[in-house]
T-cell receptor, first 113, second 115 residues
Framework: DAKTTQPTSMDCAEGRAANLPCNHSTISGNEYVYWYRQIHSQGPQYIIHGLKNNETNEMASLIITEDRKSSTLILPHATLRDTAVYYCIVRPLNTGGGNKLTFGTGTQLKVEL | DTGVSQNPRHKITKRGQNVTFRCDPI?????LYWYRQTLGQGPEFLTY????????KSRLLSDRFSAERPKGSFSTLEIQRTEQGDSAMYLC?????????????FGQGTRLTVV
């Protein structure tokens, strides 16, 4: 699976947009980009995924560059409850291993007043 | 609550003892995964089941570890002769994989401390 690179930590003011970048320069054509987050002492939670088009759901937006080598997760109006570690994961389309996910160390997002 | 349930939430055991964790997945989910997470790291894949069949095991899963999913419902993860290095959060996840791109639902984990 392709490797991802994320900043170790980021801060965001409550109510502002949080933009979390991810580099996946070795992504191949059959790999999705997935984002999960993990609030302290809880299991990871799915946020969003995409292949090549931008995606939006009730939690976030995912912007994938045209060459698919990087992406940005956007939380449009961050709240204190969005403080968590955010993981960017690439996962093959041909899901022999399904949700056998390769997590990195993620980005610790701290939302502050 | 119809999410993934893990028991116990916390377990403290002495080195050399055996421990068993249980995971109850979301009821209609055909796949069940076990992950391990140590402090400051992301979860690491251990093994997964499709229904009752264990389809893959990571090299992280030593001979002291065994997992079962009888009848394709709940799963257990047993660690024999625990070592201090086994101290970690053990996470279970489930998914319904009848189509590509389905997401995993994780439980809250069992935190194991070996003393």
């Amino acid at each position: 699976d392709a490797k991802t690179t994320q900043p170790t930590s980021m801060d965001c003011a409550e109510g502002r947009a949080a933009n979390l970048p991810c580099n996946h320069s070795t992504i191949s054509g059959n790999e999705y980009v997935y984002w999960y987050r993990q609030i302290h002492s809880q299991g990871p939670q799915y946020i969003i995924h995409g292949l090549k088009n931008n995606e939006t759901n009730e939690m976030a937006s995912l912007i994938i560059t045209e060459d698919r080598k990087s992406s940005t997760l956007i939380l449009p109006h961050a709240t204190l409850r969005d403080t968590a570690v955010y993981y960017c994961i690439v996962r093959p389309l041909n899901t022999g291993g399904g949700n056998k996910l390769t997590f990195g160390t993620g980005t610790q997002l701290k939302v502050e007043l | 609550d119809t999410g993934v349930s893990q028991n116990p939430r916390h377990k403290i055991t002495k080195r050399g003892q055996n421990v068993t964790f249980r995971c109850d997945p979301i009821s209609e989910h055909n796949r069940l995964y076990w992950y391990r997470q140590t402090l400051g790291q992301g979860p690491e894949f251990l093994t997964y089941f499709q229904n009752e069949a264990q389809l893959e095991k990571s090299r992280l899963l030593s001979d002291r570890f065994s997992a079962e999913r009888p009848k394709g419902s709940f799963s257990t993860l047993e660690i024999q002769r625990t070592e201090q290095g086994d101290s970690a959060m053990y996470l279970c996840a489930s998914s319904l994989e009848v189509a590509l791109g389905t997401e995993a639902f994780f439980g809250q984990g069992t935190r194991l401390t070996v003393v």
